[in-house]
């Protein structure tokens, strides 16, 4: 079978799975309940203390890619101590509420991108190209399946891709997407994408 054709599969098999957990949520119950998560997410530039990196921006990030990060974390097939222990309690409901808030980016605060040298930029954006089929040219992915990543903090999406090599966060698209990257690589990609207009962190 061509590599293509089967490549096709796992992207439609990978969304098929996120809509799975796509629920309606309730807005102005999920900022009730996003108030636990507000002491790293509401911090501008918060950082992890390890592996170090600052924690996502989450403000008009697509809703059902919020549903099926948080029950990543939940059931353990993204490893996070921290994130694991906050979503252990959610219920979907809970889920679905948080993920339907964030994904309204009208009510968040942009913050301007820090500003990055260049050549990793254009680096990046040439390297960039594999990317585009899931996450669109820019990282403004239009397929809610697929996560924004456009405006994401560079080390963040770093550490995110070295975690889909290294199999610690579990997706098998990534995992082929990912296998032949250096880790220089991975930091250009972080670079170019972290420069585009996208997602905004939350300041209240």
């Known amino acids: 079978m061509p590599r293509y054709v089967i490549l096709l599969l796992q992207i439609l098999a990978a969304s098929s799975f996120i809509v799975n957990f796509a629920y309606a949520g309730d807005a102005a119950a ?115 399946t697929f996560p924004i990543i456009a405006g994401q903090h560079a080390d963040y999406i770093t550490q995110s891709l070295k975690q889909y090599k290294s199999g610690t966060r579990k997706n098998a698209i990534m995992a082929g997407s990912v296998a032949g990257l250096s880790e220089d690589d991975m930091k250009d990609l972080g670079a170019y994408f972290a420069a585009q207009t996208g997602l905004e962190p939350i300041l209240e």
Do not use: W
């Not at 260049?118 to 594999?130: H, L, S």
């Open 30 to 144: 999920g900022k009730i309940k996003f108030s636990t998560c507000e002491g790293c997410h509401s911090v501008e530039k918060y950082f992890n203390v390890y592996p170090s990196y600052r924690v996502p921006k989450l403000g008009g990030q697509h809703e059902a890619y919020i549903q099926s990060a948080l029950q990543s974390y939940k059931n353990g097939d993204r490893a996070h101590e921290t994130m694991r222990a906050n979503a252990a309690n959610l219920s979907k409901e809970d889920i679905a509420d948080i993920a339907a808030y964030l994904a309204q980016k009208d009510v968040f605060k942009g913050a301007a991108n820090n500003v990055r040298s260049q050549d990793p930029v254009a680096r990046g954006k040439e390297k960039a190209a594999t990317c585009a089929a899931c996450h669109g040219k820019d990282g403004n992915s239009a397929a809610p």
